[in-house]
C-alpha cells in the first residue's frame, strides 16, 4: 500500500498536516445591535446624516451641538431658502415628553412677542422624525 504523504513528498505532506489543524484567521462576525430601526445610537441619539433632506424641506449640513437633551444640526430650510436650527430630540418617551413641554412654552412666549421685542428664540416648526422630536430654530 503506499501512502499519499510518503509519495507527494514532504512539502505537501506539511500543507497537508497545516490545513487539518489550521483555524479561521479571522473573528467571527458579532452581529451589532441596532436601535430605533439602524437611525439611533445607544444612547437613543439620531445618528445625524449629512446631507439627508428631513420633512422634504430640510437638508442637514452640519452637527453644531450635543446635549443631555439629544443634538443640533445647521439645516438649509429650502422653503424659505435660510439656514435654521434643528434640536433633535432623544427618542426617549421622558425626553419626548420634556420636548412637548418646551413647545408648548416657546409657542406662548413667540405668540406674545410678535415684534420680538423681548429676544425669544423663534420657534419656526416642529415634527416628528424617526421616532425624534424636532424643534426648528431661528439660526443665532
Known amino acids: ?12 505532506a506539511a500543507a497537508a498536516a497545516a490545513t487539518s489543524t ?11 445591535r441596532t ?28 452637527k453644531i451641538g450635543k446635549g443631555s437633551f439629544g443634538q443640533v444640526v445647521r439645516a438649509h430650510d429650502e422653503h424659505r431658502n435660510v439656514n435654521v436650527a434643528i434640536k433633535i430630540i432623544k427618542s426617549r418617551r421622558p425626553f419626548f415628553q420634556q420636548a412637548k413641554t418646551e413647545i408648548n412654552l416657546l409657542n406662548e412666549l413667540n405668540a406674545k412677542d410678535r415684534e420680538d421685542k423681548w429676544f425669544v428664540v423663534q420657534l419656526i416648526d416642529t415634527f416628528v422624525h424617526h421616532n425624534h422630536q424636532c424643534l426648528v430654530f431661528e439660526m443665532l
Open 1 to 12: 500500500t503506499s501512502n499519499s504523504s510518503a509519495t507527494a513528498g514532504p512539502a505537501t
Open 22 to 32: 489550521a483555524k479561521p484567521t479571522h473573528a467571527p462576525s458579532v452581529k451589532k
Open 35 to 62: 436601535y430605533n430601526n439602524g437611525n439611533d445610537d445607544e444612547h437613543s441619539d439620531y445618528i445625524i446624516r449629512i446631507g439627508e433632506r428631513i420633512e422634504n424641506r430640510y437638508v442637514v449640513k452640519q
